[in-house]
């Protein structure tokens, strides 16, 4: 017999809820600032907010646009696009992508598609 009554909005012991706003990537969309939506290292869709700035900066760069949003409030634009899962500051896990016309990590093939090859592929 269980001795708590739990609502289904209680969080379970492991999910830490942020106090406060959270920092969340956004991108510019001409009269709107449109919220950014991430993966999981397994394919899930997620909201994503960080609790600083400079943990977002860390993560995603300093030229990264965002805007301070409550848990609450992202929660209910990620919602009706079917994004339940929320991040929050999430570490990188993937590798650098090398710029245009840099060499990949050392010892990394390079490979060149070439315009016949594209054509015909």
Request: with cysteine; glycine share 10%; hydrophobic share 40%.
């Amino acid at each position: 017999m269980c001795l708590f009554l739990y609502d289904e909005s209680d969080s379970e012991p492991e999910e830490q809820s942020p106090t406060g706003p959270l920092y969340v990537p956004a991108r510019p969309g001409g009269a709107h600032v449109v919220v950014r939506l991430f993966r999981t290292p397994l394919g899930a869709r997620t909201a994503v907010g960080f609790t600083s700035p400079e943990r977002l900066a860390a993560t995603l760069g300093t030229a990264q646009p965002w805007i301070r949003l409550s848990e609450a409030a992202l929660r209910s634009m990620a919602g009706p696009l079917g994004v339940s899962l929320l991040t929050v500051d999430p570490a990188l896990t993937a590798p650098p992508v090398p710029a245009a016309g840099a060499a990949g990590p050392p010892g990394a093939p390079l490979t060149r598609v070439s315009e016949t090859t594209a054509r015909t592929a």
